[in-house]
C-alpha cells in the first residue's frame, strides 16, 4: 500500500483589523479572512485599547493579544475555527480580570 503524505502550508498573516464585530485578517496570498469576534471570548470582553494591542507571531503564522492572553492562529482563521477555550478556563480569566 502506498501513502501520500500532503503537505499544506498556510499563508502567512500581513495584516489585522478589528471592528465592532469582525477579525479581518490579510494575507500574504492577497484574500482577506474574517470571523465574528463573538467566536473569541476574550476580544468580546476586551476594551478597543486591548484589542488593538496586538502583534503578529511566528513570522506571521498568528496574532497575539498581550493584555488578552490570547493566540490566533492564521490557519484556525481560514480553516473557520472559533475560539477552543473551555468555559471553565474562560471563565477563570474573567474572574482574574474582574478582581
Given at each position: 500500500?502506498t501513502?501520500?503524505?500532503v503537505?499544506?502550508?498556510?499563508?502567512?498573516?500581513?495584516?489585522v483589523?478589528l471592528?465592532?464585530?469582525l477579525?479581518?485578517?490579510?494575507l500574504a496570498?492577497g484574500?482577506?479572512?474574517?470571523?465574528?469576534i463573538a467566536?473569541f471570548?476574550r476580544?468580546?470582553?476586551?476594551?478597543p485599547?486591548?484589542?488593538?494591542?496586538w502583534r503578529?507571531i511566528?513570522?506571521g503564522q498568528g496574532?497575539?493579544?498581550?493584555?488578552?492572553?490570547?493566540?490566533?492562529?492564521?490557519?484556525s482563521?481560514?480553516?473557520?475555527?472559533?475560539?477552543?477555550?473551555?468555559q471553565q478556563?474562560f471563565q477563570r480569566?474573567l474572574a482574574?480580570?474582574?478582581?
Open positions: 500500500m501513502t501520500l503524505a503537505d499544506i502550508t498556510f499563508p502567512l498573516i500581513t495584516a483589523e471592528t465592532e464585530d477579525l479581518v485578517i490579510e496570498d484574500r482577506s479572512i474574517s470571523a465574528p467566536w471570548p476580544l468580546v470582553h476586551a476594551n485599547t486591548e484589542r488593538q494591542n503578529l511566528a513570522k496574532i497575539h493579544w498581550i493584555d488578552l492572553d490570547e493566540d490566533i492562529s492564521a490557519e482563521l481560514i480553516m473557520g475555527k472559533p475560539s477552543a477555550e473551555s478556563s480569566w482574574a480580570r474582574n478582581t
